[in-house]
């Protein structure tokens, strides 16, 4: 299983960002991905994920509301869109499958 997560940067607060993991090499016991975030002298933390046998979500209630999480038709590709960013949203973001296979990191990073 390898996951490629794109799409982090700088952002003012209250501003927008998507992130993107393609994955590939997913197997038919696989049917969850999400994205953790790890925050600077923090432990890291699920941020939401996506069945992706059933489309049911899941947020932390600290991104309720504000991020959405979405695949392609395709079902390769996870999206994680990220509205009304706040400062407290910087971190590193992770693609994770099943719990058990983890992409690289993309920073994130809202400042004004």
């Known amino acids: 299983v390898q996951l490629q997560a794109s799409g982090g940067g700088l952002v003012q607060p209250g501003g927008s960002l998507r992130l993107s993991c393609a994955a590939s090499g997913l197997t038919s016991e696989i049917d969850a991905i999400g994205w953790f975030r790890q925050a600077p002298e923090k432990e890291r933390a699920g941020v939401s994920c996506?069945?992706?046998?059933?489309?049911?979500?899941y947020y932390a209630d600290s991104v309720k509301g504000r991020f959405t999480i979405s695949r392609a038709n395709a079902k390769n590709t996870i999206y994680l869109q990220m509205d009304s960013l706040k400062p407290e949203d910087t971190a590193v973001y992770y693609c994770?499958?099943?719990?058990?296979?983890w992409g690289q990191g993309t920073l994130v990073t809202v400042s004004s």
């Open positions: 996506i069945n992706i046998k059933d489309d049911t979500t």
């Open positions: 994770v499958a099943a719990n058990s296979y």
